[in-house]
């Protein structure tokens, strides 16, 4: 724990900074790599698995992996949000 | 009478619970080390330049708001380290990062180069291993030794390149994924100070695949599978 605090410059507490710009990206960070795969999963559903055809299969694959993949870091990302008191 | 106070009454009700909601929204406290992670991995968004259609007009405002993009960060890095802006504005930011251009820049640079100049069989698994690799590689080193961790992160990265050129040739599969994935790695490992490994990671390999391909094009081979992602 204590490397990882040396790692990164300090941070400021909630009433210096004006915006906290963090506070707005997380919830972006988390779902728009969910939208990009189930667009995938969408485009292959639609022109790949009803028509048949495996041309699309990789776009699949690729949505897997990445909501695999978003899953993992994004458990513990939520988990290590705390309430500042 | 009565109704003006009740209207100030609902009034004062509504702006104590907002402030309490801000004060609670306000008092979320973030994990840097997740925060970065999280970050990276969500940077695969960009893959959606390949879904959008490709018409004419919807192709220039693809690229003219990707370039925009990495503009505006552009000019938000030159800002900070003017010290126009505070770097206490900018979160996660590591300490060697104070006074020099951060990483976040060099991986949207890198990005932009991959969509705009590469085609999408090399630029997809080379982004791939960008959002994905750092993170795991960064994750599994706080766990394994060094060697260890490189390992698995070489195999991940062969991984995301077979799962990109599974239609091509075998052998050209096996080679590509071999090429690409020992090109990320050398980006990942060799750290040199005025170039960040989100840049490397991403370049490296994508050259390297390019030269290949090129090369081999020379003597009328064509490597290159189908695409990958087709626009809706």
């Given at each position: 724990m204590e490397e990882k605090k040396i790692e990164y410059l300090e941070l400021e507490t909630k009433n210096e900074k004006l915006i906290r710009v963090e506070l707005w990206f997380a919830p972006i960070l988390i779902i728009l790599p969910f939208v990009l795969s189930i667009l995938l999963i969408w485009s292959w559903v639609i022109k790949g698995y009803l028509t048949g055809t495996n041309i699309y299969d990789q776009e699949f694959f690729l949505a897997i992996i990445?909501?695999?993949?978003?899953?993992?870091?994004?458990?513990?990302?939520?988990?290590?949000?705390?309430?500042?008191? | 009478m009565e109704g003006m106070k009740?209207?100030?009454m609902i009034k004062q009700k509504f702006t104590e619970r907002n402030s309490k909601i801000k004060k609670k929204i306000d008092s979320v406290k973030f994990d840097t080390h997740w925060f970065r992670r999280v970050f990276h991995t969500f940077a695969v968004f960009f893959l959606m330049y390949y879904i959008l259609p490709d018409e004419y007009w919807?192709?220039?405002l693809k690229n003219s708001i990707s370039v925009s993009l990495v503009f505006f960060v552009?000019?938000?890095?030159?800002?900070?380290?003017?010290?126009?802006?505070?770097?206490?504005?900018?979160?996660?930011?590591?300490?060697?990062?104070k006074n020099r251009?951060?990483?976040?820049l060099y991986f949207g640079i890198a990005i932009?180069?991959?969509?705009?100049?590469?085609?999408?069989q090399i630029s997809i698994p080379c982004i791939l291993c960008?959002?994905?690799?750092?993170?795991?590689?960064?994750?599994?080193?706080?766990?394994f030794r060094n060697r260890t961790a490189y390992s698995i992160g070489f195999f991940i990265c062969i991984l995301f390149f077979m799962v990109t050129w599974y239609k091509a040739n075998i052998w050209i599969m096996i080679a590509v994924s071999l090429l690409g994935a020992g090109g990320a790695l050398i980006g990942e490992m060799k750290k040199v100070w005025w170039l960040d490994d989100d840049f490397a990671v991403q370049i490296l390999p994508a050259?390297?695949?390019?030269?290949?391909?090129?090369?081999?094009?020379?003597i009328d081979i064509n490597i290159l599978p189908g695409k990958i992602i087709f626009p809706i």
């Open positions: 990445i909501i695999a993949v978003n899953i993992m870091f994004d458990i513990p990302f939520i988990k290590s949000l705390r309430i500042h008191k | 009740k209207v100030r919807i192709h220039i552009f000019i938000l890095e030159y800002l900070r380290l003017k010290g126009k802006i505070s770097g206490k504005q900018f979160f996660g930011l590591r300490v060697y990062e251009v951060a990483s976040y932009l180069i991959l969509l705009l100049f590469f085609p999408q960008a959002c994905f690799y750092d993170p795991i590689i960064g994750e599994l080193r706080h766990r050259v390297l695949i390019l030269l290949l391909w090129q090369g081999l094009s020379l």
